[in-house]
Protein backbone atom coordinates (compact mmCIF):
# COMPACT_ATOMS: atom_id res chain seq x y z
CA UNK A 1 0.00 0.00 0.00
CA UNK A 2 3.03 2.06 -0.51
CA UNK A 3 2.13 5.84 -1.43
CA UNK A 4 -1.53 5.99 -0.18
CA UNK A 5 -0.56 8.04 2.45
CA UNK A 6 2.54 9.83 1.20
CA UNK A 7 2.80 13.89 2.18
CA UNK A 8 0.60 13.33 5.03
CA UNK A 9 1.53 13.54 9.19
CA UNK A 10 0.14 11.07 11.34
CA UNK A 11 0.15 11.06 15.30
CA UNK A 12 -0.80 7.30 17.02
CA UNK A 13 -0.97 7.75 20.83
CA UNK A 14 0.26 4.56 22.85
CA UNK A 15 2.29 3.95 19.43
CA UNK A 16 5.03 2.19 21.08
CA UNK A 17 3.57 -1.00 22.11
CA UNK A 18 0.63 -3.20 20.42
CA UNK A 19 -1.99 -1.92 18.32
CA UNK A 20 -0.35 1.41 18.29
CA UNK A 21 2.77 0.00 17.47
CA UNK A 22 1.46 -1.90 14.36
CA UNK A 23 -0.51 1.05 13.33
CA UNK A 24 2.57 3.22 13.49
CA UNK A 25 4.30 0.53 11.55
CA UNK A 26 1.40 0.18 9.02
CA UNK A 27 0.59 4.03 8.36
CA UNK A 28 4.50 4.65 7.25
CA UNK A 29 4.31 1.75 5.29
CA UNK A 30 1.73 4.04 2.92
CA UNK A 31 3.83 6.46 3.07
CA UNK A 32 2.63 8.96 6.10
CA UNK A 33 5.16 10.32 8.69
CA UNK A 34 4.27 9.18 12.03
CA UNK A 35 4.92 10.80 15.10
CA UNK A 36 4.73 7.72 18.01
CA UNK A 37 3.78 9.09 21.39
CA UNK A 38 4.87 7.10 24.51
CA UNK A 39 3.70 7.80 28.29
CA UNK A 40 7.01 5.83 29.61
CA UNK A 41 8.75 3.35 27.24
CA UNK A 42 11.43 5.08 25.52
CA UNK A 43 13.19 2.43 24.39
CA UNK A 44 9.88 0.88 22.98
CA UNK A 45 8.71 4.16 21.03
CA UNK A 46 12.71 4.14 19.52
CA UNK A 47 12.34 0.82 18.54
CA UNK A 48 9.39 1.52 16.74
CA UNK A 49 10.55 4.46 14.89
CA UNK A 50 13.89 2.17 14.10
CA UNK A 51 12.15 0.53 12.68
CA UNK A 52 9.76 2.41 10.05
CA UNK A 53 13.65 5.05 9.40
CA UNK A 54 15.47 1.69 8.68
CA UNK A 55 12.53 0.86 6.31
CA UNK A 56 12.85 4.22 4.38
CA UNK A 57 10.01 5.98 6.39
CA UNK A 58 10.04 9.38 8.45
CA UNK A 59 9.09 9.35 12.11
CA UNK A 60 10.34 10.25 15.37
CA UNK A 61 9.13 9.54 19.09
CA UNK A 62 7.28 11.96 21.29
CA UNK A 63 7.19 11.28 25.17
CA UNK A 64 3.84 12.32 26.40
CA UNK A 65 1.13 11.69 28.97
CA UNK A 66 -2.41 12.26 27.04
CA UNK A 67 -4.13 13.29 30.32
CA UNK A 68 -1.68 15.91 31.16
CA UNK A 69 -2.79 19.16 28.65
CA UNK A 70 0.34 21.50 28.90
CA UNK A 71 2.43 18.58 27.98
CA UNK A 72 -0.54 17.66 24.96
CA UNK A 73 -0.03 21.12 24.13
CA UNK A 74 4.06 21.24 24.05
CA UNK A 75 4.29 18.46 22.51
CA UNK A 76 2.57 18.57 19.65
CA UNK A 77 3.43 21.98 18.77
CA UNK A 78 6.96 20.23 18.58
CA UNK A 79 5.41 17.19 16.21
CA UNK A 80 4.13 20.30 13.51
CA UNK A 81 7.49 22.13 14.10
CA UNK A 82 8.84 18.47 13.09
CA UNK A 83 7.02 16.85 10.56
CA UNK A 84 4.26 19.00 9.58
CA UNK A 85 0.04 19.43 10.87
CA UNK A 86 -0.94 16.66 11.96
CA UNK A 87 -3.13 15.12 9.41
CA UNK A 88 -4.08 11.54 10.73
CA UNK A 89 -5.14 11.04 14.52
CA UNK A 90 -5.35 7.89 16.26
CA UNK A 91 -6.12 7.81 19.53
CA UNK A 92 -4.89 4.89 21.09
CA UNK A 93 -3.45 5.20 24.29
CA UNK A 94 -5.26 3.40 27.20
CA UNK A 95 -4.37 2.29 30.74
CA UNK A 96 -6.72 -0.41 32.90
CA UNK A 97 -7.11 -0.96 36.48
CA UNK A 98 -9.48 -4.06 36.49
CA UNK A 99 -11.54 -4.09 39.73
CA UNK A 100 -15.38 -4.83 40.12
CA UNK A 101 -17.18 -1.62 40.82
CA UNK A 102 -17.49 -2.72 44.57
CA UNK A 103 -14.15 -2.92 44.88
CA UNK A 104 -12.95 -0.19 42.38
CA UNK A 105 -11.34 2.72 44.63
CA UNK A 106 -11.64 6.42 43.19
CA UNK A 107 -8.13 6.26 42.14
CA UNK A 108 -8.20 4.02 39.35
CA UNK A 109 -12.32 4.99 38.60
CA UNK A 110 -9.63 8.71 37.98
CA UNK A 111 -7.11 7.13 35.81
CA UNK A 112 -8.53 5.00 33.89
CA UNK A 113 -11.02 7.87 32.56
CA UNK A 114 -8.48 10.39 32.91
CA UNK A 115 -6.51 8.56 30.15
CA UNK A 116 -8.63 6.29 27.75
CA UNK A 117 -11.48 9.31 27.34
CA UNK A 118 -10.38 12.57 29.24
CA UNK A 119 -6.93 12.09 27.04
CA UNK A 120 -8.80 11.71 23.89
CA UNK A 121 -9.94 15.10 24.56
CA UNK A 122 -6.90 16.99 25.22
CA UNK A 123 -5.21 15.26 22.24
CA UNK A 124 -7.88 15.24 19.27
CA UNK A 125 -8.71 19.76 21.27
CA UNK A 126 -5.20 20.26 20.62
CA UNK A 127 -5.05 18.55 16.63
CA UNK A 128 -8.83 20.02 15.25
CA UNK A 129 -7.82 23.39 14.32
CA UNK A 130 -4.21 22.07 13.37
CA UNK A 131 -5.99 19.31 10.94
CA UNK A 132 -8.95 21.59 10.14
CA UNK A 133 -6.56 24.38 8.47
CA UNK A 134 -4.52 22.16 7.08
CA UNK A 135 -7.65 20.83 4.59
CA UNK A 136 -8.84 17.95 6.69
CA UNK A 137 -7.99 14.57 7.99
CA UNK A 138 -8.84 11.64 9.28
CA UNK A 139 -9.31 10.65 12.97
CA UNK A 140 -9.74 7.10 14.47
CA UNK A 141 -10.89 6.50 17.98
CA UNK A 142 -10.21 3.24 19.11
CA UNK A 143 -12.39 1.95 21.64
CA UNK A 144 -13.25 -1.52 22.43
CA UNK A 145 -15.98 -4.43 22.36
CA UNK A 146 -16.31 -3.36 26.08
CA UNK A 147 -17.77 -0.33 25.71
CA UNK A 148 -20.25 -2.11 23.68
CA UNK A 149 -21.09 -4.96 25.63
CA UNK A 150 -18.97 -4.40 28.84
CA UNK A 151 -17.46 -6.86 30.65
CA UNK A 152 -17.12 -7.98 34.75
CA UNK A 153 -14.26 -6.18 36.48
CA UNK A 154 -13.88 -3.35 33.87
CA UNK A 155 -16.32 -0.88 34.56
CA UNK A 156 -14.10 2.04 34.45
CA UNK A 157 -12.49 1.06 31.34
CA UNK A 158 -15.97 0.15 29.65
CA UNK A 159 -17.38 3.14 30.47
CA UNK A 160 -14.77 5.27 28.90
CA UNK A 161 -14.48 2.94 25.89
CA UNK A 162 -18.18 3.85 25.59
CA UNK A 163 -17.46 7.22 25.92
CA UNK A 164 -15.36 6.89 22.73
CA UNK A 165 -17.93 5.99 20.53
CA UNK A 166 -20.45 9.14 21.63
CA UNK A 167 -17.56 11.23 21.20
CA UNK A 168 -16.59 9.90 17.75
CA UNK A 169 -20.45 10.80 16.71
CA UNK A 170 -20.40 14.15 17.97
CA UNK A 171 -17.09 14.96 16.38
CA UNK A 172 -18.03 13.69 13.47
CA UNK A 173 -20.35 15.80 12.83
CA UNK A 174 -18.55 18.66 14.00
CA UNK A 175 -16.13 18.15 11.58
CA UNK A 176 -17.36 17.43 8.87
CA UNK A 177 -17.97 21.34 8.27
CA UNK A 178 -13.61 21.41 8.38
CA UNK A 179 -13.59 17.89 6.64
CA UNK A 180 -12.53 15.90 9.31
CA UNK A 181 -13.83 12.56 9.20
CA UNK A 182 -14.22 10.83 12.32
CA UNK A 183 -14.39 6.75 13.16
CA UNK A 184 -13.57 4.29 15.78
CA UNK A 185 -12.52 0.48 15.96
CA UNK A 186 -14.15 -1.55 18.33
CA UNK A 187 -11.80 -4.34 18.62
CA UNK A 188 -12.51 -7.50 20.43
CA UNK A 189 -10.00 -9.35 22.67
CA UNK A 190 -6.37 -8.71 20.87
CA UNK A 191 -3.23 -10.36 21.62
CA UNK A 192 -1.34 -8.11 23.53
CA UNK A 193 -0.02 -6.52 27.08
CA UNK A 194 -3.20 -6.07 27.96
CA UNK A 195 -4.12 -9.39 28.22
CA UNK A 196 -0.58 -11.40 28.56
CA UNK A 197 -1.35 -11.40 32.32
CA UNK A 198 -4.27 -13.87 31.88
CA UNK A 199 -3.74 -17.83 32.59
CA UNK A 200 -3.90 -20.32 29.46
CA UNK A 201 -7.06 -21.25 30.38
CA UNK A 202 -9.10 -17.80 30.22
CA UNK A 203 -7.41 -16.98 26.81
CA UNK A 204 -8.63 -20.21 25.78
CA UNK A 205 -11.84 -19.27 26.89
CA UNK A 206 -11.82 -15.70 25.63
CA UNK A 207 -10.71 -17.89 21.99
CA UNK A 208 -14.08 -19.93 22.28
CA UNK A 209 -16.33 -16.44 22.40
CA UNK A 210 -15.11 -15.23 18.73
CA UNK A 211 -16.63 -17.44 16.17
CA UNK A 212 -12.91 -17.27 14.67
CA UNK A 213 -12.10 -18.98 17.40
CA UNK A 214 -8.94 -17.41 18.31
CA UNK A 215 -7.43 -13.94 19.64
CA UNK A 216 -6.89 -11.07 16.97
CA UNK A 217 -3.33 -9.92 15.94
CA UNK A 218 -2.64 -5.85 16.78
CA UNK A 219 -1.90 -6.17 12.20
CA UNK A 220 -5.62 -7.32 11.57
CA UNK A 221 -6.47 -4.19 13.74
CA UNK A 222 -3.58 -1.68 12.07
CA UNK A 223 -4.61 -2.41 8.76
CA UNK A 224 -8.38 -1.44 9.59
CA UNK A 225 -7.02 1.52 10.43
CA UNK A 226 -5.21 2.55 7.40
CA UNK A 227 -8.03 1.43 4.90
CA UNK A 228 -10.33 3.97 6.94
CA UNK A 229 -7.04 6.87 6.68
CA UNK A 230 -6.58 6.27 2.85
CA UNK A 231 -9.78 4.92 0.93
CA UNK A 232 -12.82 4.97 3.30
CA UNK A 233 -13.85 8.11 1.84
CA UNK A 234 -17.30 8.44 2.51
CA UNK A 235 -17.56 7.41 6.16
CA UNK A 236 -17.46 8.98 9.17
CA UNK A 237 -19.01 9.02 12.59
CA UNK A 238 -19.12 5.12 12.04
CA UNK A 239 -18.01 2.33 14.30
CA UNK A 240 -16.16 -0.72 12.75
CA UNK A 241 -16.41 -3.66 15.05
CA UNK A 242 -13.50 -5.93 14.73
CA UNK A 243 -13.76 -8.62 17.06
CA UNK A 244 -13.61 -12.32 15.20
CA UNK A 245 -17.59 -12.64 15.13
CA UNK A 246 -17.58 -12.25 19.49
CA UNK A 247 -21.12 -10.36 19.33
CA UNK A 248 -22.52 -11.38 22.20
CA UNK A 249 -24.43 -7.80 23.41
Given at each position: MAGLLDGKVALVT???????RATAIELAASGASVAVNYNANEEAANSVVSEITGAGGKAGAYQFNIADRAAVDSQIDQIVSDLGPVQILVNNAGATADRTLRNMSDEQWDSVIEV???GTFNVTKKVWNIMGEAGGGHIVNISSIVGEAGRLGLINYSTAKAGLLGFTKTAAREGARTNIQVNAIAPGFIDTDMISGLTPEMKENLKKEAVLGRLGEVEEIAKVVRFIVSEASYMT?????????????
Open positions: GGSRGIGNLTGATIDVNGGMYYR
